[in-house]
């Protein structure tokens, strides 16, 4: 009985010796989960006041908890804040995993270090069916200004200008205050409009207008025609707009570019004794630009840069949480699968429903404790040790039993 029961303690310790050297070897495995090996004892049916036959395997428990989150400098890594695994599809079966090293295939595929697709919602969704995010890492094309915010501080204290003064770009005397803004054409020229800004000389303690003109010059400094009226800006006593906004001018930029037709906003304009100042200026059009990179940002977002400012936002990562993570199946290359005992999937973009959050450039570390292995790895030795020594007594006793 006494060679049984020292077997199964030589089974039982060599069990929890494999699981502490697997935790220790992927102590520096990216967002690892250790294991402990769980155990039980073992006692004949039906029989009581008896001594157990030893020990058995009951099975393995996973430490799902967070490990600590490490900055890399990668853009395209992530890390989760809280609950969650990122969703992948591993030739085409949908797996989950905590590890963000990910990396862009030579199609643009986002995918695990290991060739897994990364899924998640594309474009500007937060919901819907899964894809495979992908980045495009060609040119942006041009494309012409339609619509331009133009938010001015004007001055109530300039000089009014009487209405028999006619306005000439060339004389400053002639207007009050000036500025410009950029404005793109279809080949993707910045191009210039000049504004120039002229204070209406008003009676009877009215509040002033304010006259705009405008002036389009091309981006190699030629200006298109000459400077016309753009819209004449009335105030409220308050100082906020009252009208003259939106304002329409339509340009023939003359270098091949398709007409323009330029919508200036001016709705954020305010009239008071300020000093003036171009409070913001907004458009919608940019010039061609290449593929500068891509990254993941802290709403999960997948997001491109390009040369000329702008960026893309190629979808969102989608996080999946689970009644009983513990339940779920280890695979290789950091991977999980669900089970019945996990439940199914319950998929969201992160920060939404029991997701987590996601850190864009971070990644999460494992969470096995070197210390604590070390002193569980000392623990299972000496008991490998001592069923040894049980298994030689009982030997050297079996040997003189034969003698005799």
């Known amino acids: 009985m006494s060679l049984q029961t020292a077997l199964s303690g030589l089974d039982a310790a060599q069990t929890g010796l494999n699981t502490v050297s697997n935790d220790l070897a992927n102590a520096s495995t990216t967002a690892f989960k250790s294991q402990t090996s769980l155990f039980e004892d073992v006692y004949p049916t039906g029989e009581t006041g008896v001594p157990g036959y030893g020990a058995a395997t009951e099975g393995m428990d996973t430490n799902i908890s967070q490990g600590g989150l490490t900055s890399t400098g990668n853009g395209l890594d992530a890390a989760i804040q809280g609950n969650g695994y990122f969703v992948v599809s591993n030739n085409g079966t949908q797996q989950y995993t905590r590890d963000g090293a990910f990396k862009l295939s030579s199609d643009g595929t986002l995918q695990t270090l290991t060739g897994s697709s990364v899924m998640g919602y594309t474009g500007a969704a937060t919901s819907g069916t899964l894809s495979a995010l992908t980045v495009s890492t060609g040119a942006m094309k041009a494309t012409a200004s339609a619509n331009l915010g133009v938010d001015l501080d004007l001055n109530s204290g300039d000089t009014q200008i009487p209405a028999t003064t006619a306005f000439n770009a060339a004389d400053a005397t002639t207007y009050s205050e000036s500025t410009s803004t950029v404005a793109y054409d279809s080949l993707g020229n910045a191009n210039t409009v000049k504004l120039y800004m002229v204070q209406n000389q ?203």
């Open 202 to 404: 008003a009676t009877g303690g009215a509040t002033p207008s304010w006259t705009v003109y405008a002036q389009p010059v091309t981006s190699a400094g030629t200006n298109v025609g000459s400077a016309q009226q753009l819209t004449t800006l009335n105030f409220n006593t308050d100082g906020t707009l009252a009208s003259g906004s939106p304002a329409t001018l339509n340009v023939n930029w003359g270098n091949g570019a398709a007409n323009s037709a330029l919508s200036f906003n001016f709705a954020g304009t305010t009239l008071a004794a300020q000093s003036f100042a171009v409070a913001g200026l907004t458009n919608d059009g940019y010039a061609a630009g290449t593929y500068s990179g891509s990254s993941v940002n802290s709403s999960g977002q997948l997001v491109s840069t390009y040369s000329n400012g702008q960026t893309i936002t190629n979808g969102t990562l989608a996080l999946a949480n689970f009644i009983n993570p513990e339940g779920l199946q280890d695979v290789s290359g950091n991977l999980y699968a669900s089970t019945n005992s996990s439940g199914v999937a319950v998929v969201n973009a992160p920060g939404n429903g029991q997701s987590g959050t996601v850190e864009g450039g971070y990644l999460e570390a494992s969470n096995a404790s070197t210390s604590s292995l070390l002193v569980s790895l000392i623990q299972y030795q000496q008991a490998y040790q001592a069923d040894t020594s049980v298994l030689q007594t009982e030997q050297q006793d079996a040997q003189r039993l034969v003698q005799i």
